[in-house]
């Protein structure tokens, strides 16, 4: 078992791009979750879905951010566009009974 | 509200020693789940060990063990013989039904073990 994948593992842009996250979770978990990072704010929970429907994005920021699950094996996290303020370190979680948290996304925008 | 309350955001221990980090909760389920992560500086969140609230037990797991005090609503973790290799971030993170099993986390607490 592989883990939970996320890509990549560290992103630059520049403001104003767009940015797309991506997440692999663990086969069989029915549930993903996509968590964000910052000093200030600690972990924040965007968006979580179960059996790839989303149950609840009022986490997501703005409507700058949006999330898909397309299937059981892929989920994104999208940033459109992107500010400086998103620089963050987002976290993808898959579970079934416990949680598997993927290694991150450190996102940087300059 | 907030659900976590870990009161230390930073501590120092001596190599060899044990370390117990605070971890109060707040919910009105009978049933739930408490977790502890470790978050080295490679940023990896790490599942360290989990309490169920109908457990009887204090769960253990090698060098880690949770004092779990339900009354208190209290689930400290003690890490035994504390390594280099520990320093790191601890989460505190509970499970709740009445919050569809959604991960709540503390603020964290860094420890850093010195030689």
């Known amino acids: 078992d592989a883990g939970v994948i996320q890509s990549p593992r560290h992103e630059v842009t520049e403001m104003g791009q767009e940015v797309t996250l991506r997440c692999k979770p663990i086969?069989?978990?029915?549930?993903l979750f996509w968590y964000r990072q910052t000093m200030m704010r600690g972990l924040e929970l965007l968006i979580y879905?179960?059996?790839?429907?989303?149950?609840?994005d009022s986490g997501m920021p703005e409507d700058r951010f949006s999330a898909k699950m397309p299937n059981a094996s892929f989920s994104t996290l999208k940033i459109q566009p992107s500010e400086p303020r998103d620089s963050a370190v987002y976290f993808c979680?898959?579970?079934?009974?416990?949680?598997?948290f993927g290694s991150g996304t450190r996102l940087t925008v300059v | 509200a907030q659900k976590i309350t870990q009161t230390q955001p930073g501590m120092f221990v001596q190599e060899k020693e044990a370390v117990t980090l605070d971890c109060t909760y707040d919910?009105?389920?009978?049933?739930?789940?408490l977790f502890w992560y470790k978050q080295p500086s490679s940023g990896e969140m790490i599942f360290l060990i989990y309490?169920?609230?109908?457990?009887?037990q204090n769960a253990t797991e090698g060098r880690y063990s949770l004092n779990f005090q339900k009354a208190r609503k209290s689930a400290n973790l003690v890490i035994s013989a504390s390594q280099l290799g520990d320093s790191a971030m601890y989460f505190c993170?509970?499970?709740?039904?009445?919050?569809?099993?959604?991960?709540?986390f503390g603020a964290g607490t860094t420890v850093t073990v010195r030689a």
């Open positions: 919910t009105s389920d009978q049933s739930y789940g």
């Open positions: 993170a509970m499970r709740e039904p009445s919050n569809d099993y959604k991960l709540s």
């Open positions: 879905f179960n059996n790839n429907v989303p149950i609840d």
């Open positions: 086969s069989g978990h029915d549930y």
């Open positions: 309490q169920g609230s109908y457990d009887e």
């Open positions: 979680a898959s579970s079934l009974n416990g949680y598997t």
